[in-house]
């Protein structure tokens, strides 16, 4: 299977529910483990969905199994919610009761009588929780590849995966900003992987002498 931002998702019924927005990939394992799908335009909902409920996926298109119906049940990607802040939280931003001095125009006789009073700021802080499994990176398309040199050699463009097993066989990435070029690199050279950068254990020249990849 393979898989590509912004490529349509549906239901076995041939109902749009979104489009990809990232891969979620488990580092330890090089295995996908979800899909988040967007919903929406302007500011889209993001669903976690399972890899295992992907029934299809190519370029083109992403299809889910039949048990699937909508994606209404599905977590968020991202939850946010408020908690108390620490006391070392509130000493190192200032959040804290302060007394601050006003003007109260008491008696109404045309002078103004200083008063002072305790004014409490909020405390609270937000947290944000991404509903994915620990340690997993939710990969961007367009995230840098570098080689073993630091150099950067390409932007991650679609993800092909075993799809007996969903673990990551190939990275597809392009090259050049007009006329680009596309490598498909074997996953097993890949050195380590965060949200916005693939590091590969090879150089660039071992790179550039793969051959350019032709397919859909």
């Known amino acids: 299977m393979q898989f590509k931002e912004g490529v349509t998702?549906?239901?076995?019924?041939?109902?749009?529910?979104?489009?990809?927005?990232?891969?979620?990939?488990?580092?330890?394992?090089?295995?996908?483990?979800h899909l988040?799908?967007?919903q929406g335009?302007?500011?889209?909902?993001?669903?976690?969905?399972?890899?295992?409920?992907?029934?299809?996926?190519?370029?083109?298109?992403?299809?889910?199994r039949k048990e699937v119906e909508d994606l209404e049940d599905y977590p968020n990607f991202e939850e946010q919610y408020y908690r108390e802040?620490?006391?070392a939280e509130r000493s190192?931003?200032?959040?804290?009761?302060?007394?601050?001095?006003?003007?109260?125009?008491?008696p109404p006789y045309g002078y103004a009588s200083p008063l002072s009073y305790p004014t409490y700021i909020p405390n609270t802080a937000v947290e944000t929780v991404?509903?994915?499994?620990?340690?997993?990176?939710p990969l961007r398309e367009g995230a840098t590849v570098t080689s073993v040199e630091e150099e950067p050699v390409g932007a991650v463009e679609r993800v092909f995966t075993e799809a007996e097993t969903d673990e990551v066989t190939h990275f597809?990435?392009?090259?050049?900003?007009l006329f680009k070029k596309h490598k498909l690199v074997p996953a097993d050279w890949v050195q380590s992987i965060s949200e916005n950068e693939v590091h590969l254990a090879v150089g660039t020249e071992q790179l550039q002498d793969l051959p350019d990849y032709e397919g859909g």
């Open 9 to 33: 998702v549906f239901t076995a019924n041939r109902n749009e529910v979104g489009t990809i927005g990232r891969v979620v990939i488990d580092p330890r394992t090089a295995e996908v483990t």
């Open 36 to 38: 988040i799908v967007n």
């Open 41 to 64: 335009l302007l500011l889209p909902d993001q669903k976690v969905v399972p890899v295992e409920l992907v029934q299809t996926a190519d370029a083109d298109r992403v299809t889910l």
């Open 85 to 87: 802040m620490t006391a």
């Open 92 to 106: 190192r931003t200032g959040y804290a009761q302060q007394t601050t001095s006003s003007l109260y125009w008491y």
């Open 130 to 137: 991404r509903n994915i499994p620990k340690r997993a990176v």
């Open 172 to 177: 597809l990435i392009s090259q050049g900003m």
